[in-house]
């Protein structure tokens, strides 16, 4: 009878559903080759997409909300340990295609190096982990290039003990500050090592959402939907320019994270002006 071993990915993240295309700029200022970051930050964009579309077309109706950035990660990680068939096949599915092991370890340093400092309004801290079951070994060259790329935590529990699911939610509680107390309550017999990445999110509005320009309106979803939500109003200039059929207009500021609709004041191609229209959740009625 054939054994089966297990490596178990565990993703712990609060507040951060992040692709990371604007992250190239501050990664490359750390050591990691620039082209190579880009790269990855693109094989990174690509796989997120991709796995967007796979958990869309599971339930249409539903809200998505996922960390492409942690998943990859998580990945990458464990490629370190990949060969062979299932090394090809993470490879094509990570969209790695043309880039070496040492190249997509050198990328991912340079990125989680680059993302902790990218914007000072922005509390972001990203942790790694592994956890191997006591009494078995692993190759020392996979725990070196998780230590070193991805600055993970290795240590060897005795998974048959209850106080082995008590040490890893407490560390994962410790890394997103006390919003996930708990991820996981028991290890599987066949499980040979959790690997672990935990994030925590905290930013700062770029522009304040004024209240006092806010109301309840119906805000209207996919179909004939349509629910009661909180409705705020910002006047801004919107740049725009035409050519052909091609109409461009700038993006509004961000407005305290909720969905915009901009609507033209000024219809002449190429003159500015316009009225951002945000709508904020507000409440359970619009999820």
């Given at each position: 009878?054939?054994?089966?071993t297990r490596?178990?990915?565990?993703i712990?993240?609060c507040?951060?559903?992040?692709?990371?295309?604007?992250?190239?700029d501050s990664?490359?200022?750390t050591?990691?080759?620039?082209?190579t970051?880009?790269?990855?930050?693109?094989?990174?964009?690509?796989?997120?997409?991709?796995?967007?579309?796979?958990?869309?077309?599971?339930?249409?109706?539903?809200?998505?909300?996922?960390?492409?950035?942690?998943?990859?990660?998580?990945?990458?990680?464990?490629?370190?340990?990949?060969?062979?068939e299932t090394?090809?096949?993470?490879?094509?599915?990570?969209?790695?295609?043309?880039?070496?092991?040492?190249?997509?370890?050198?990328?991912?340093?340079?990125?989680?190096?680059?993302?902790k400092?990218?914007?000072?309004?922005?509390?972001?801290?990203?942790?790694?982990?592994?956890?191997?079951?006591?009494?078995?070994?692993?190759?020392?060259?996979?725990?070196?290039?998780?230590?070193?790329?991805?600055?993970?935590?290795?240590?060897?529990l005795?998974?048959?003990?209850?106080m082995?699911?008590?040490?890893?939610?407490?560390?994962?509680?410790s890394?997103?500050?006390?919003?996930?107390?708990?991820?996981?309550?028991?290890?599987?017999?066949q499980?040979?090592?959790?690997?672990l990445?935990?994030?925590?999110?905290?930013g700062?509005?770029?522009?304040?959402?004024?209240?006092?320009?806010?109301?309840?309106?119906?805000?209207?979803r996919?179909?004939?939907?349509?629910?009661?939500?909180?409705?705020?109003?910002?006047?801004?200039?919107l740049?725009?320019?035409a050519?052909?059929?091609?109409?461009?207009?700038?993006?509004?500021?961000?407005l305290?994270?909720?969905?915009?609709?901009?609507?033209?004041?000024d219809?002449?191609?190429?003159?500015?002006?316009g009225?951002?229209?945000?709508?904020?959740?507000?409440?359970?009625?619009?999820?």
């Amino acid at each position: 009878m054939r054994s089966t071993t297990r490596l178990t990915c565990l993703i712990a993240g609060c507040w951060l559903a992040l692709l990371v295309a604007a992250a190239t700029d501050s990664a490359s200022q750390t050591s990691g080759p620039e082209p190579t970051t880009r790269a990855l930050v693109a094989a990174d964009n690509e796989f997120g997409f991709n796995l967007f579309g796979q958990l869309q077309r599971q339930d249409e109706k539903k809200n998505i909300f996922f960390s492409p950035l942690s998943i990859a990660t998580a990945l990458g990680m464990t490629y370190n340990g990949a060969a062979g068939e299932t090394g090809r096949a993470m490879a094509e599915t990570l969209k790695l295609a043309g880039m070496s092991l040492a190249e997509v370890n050198q990328g991912n340093a340079a990125l989680l190096a680059g993302l902790k400092g990218a914007d000072p309004n922005v509390e972001l801290a990203i942790a790694n982990s592994l956890w191997a079951r006591q009494g078995v070994e692993f190759k020392a060259e996979f725990l070196t290039r998780n230590r070193q790329f991805y600055g993970a935590a290795v240590a060897a529990l005795d998974f048959r003990s209850p106080m082995a699911t008590s040490t890893i939610n407490s560390w994962v509680n410790s890394n997103t500050k006390g919003k996930i107390p708990r991820i996981i309550a028991e290890i599987d017999a066949q499980t040979v090592m959790l690997l672990l990445n935990a994030v925590y999110f905290k930013g700062r509005w770029q522009t304040k959402f004024d209240k006092a320009r806010t109301k309840d309106e119906s805000f209207q979803r996919r179909g004939d939907r349509s629910c009661g939500s909180h409705v705020g109003r910002h006047d801004h200039d919107l740049g725009e320019a035409a050519a052909g059929a091609l109409h461009v207009r700038r993006r509004p500021p961000v407005l305290d994270g909720y969905p915009r609709r901009a609507h033209r004041r000024d219809p002449v191609h190429g003159r500015g002006g316009g009225a951002g229209v945000d709508e904020g959740p507000g409440s359970d009625r619009c999820r």
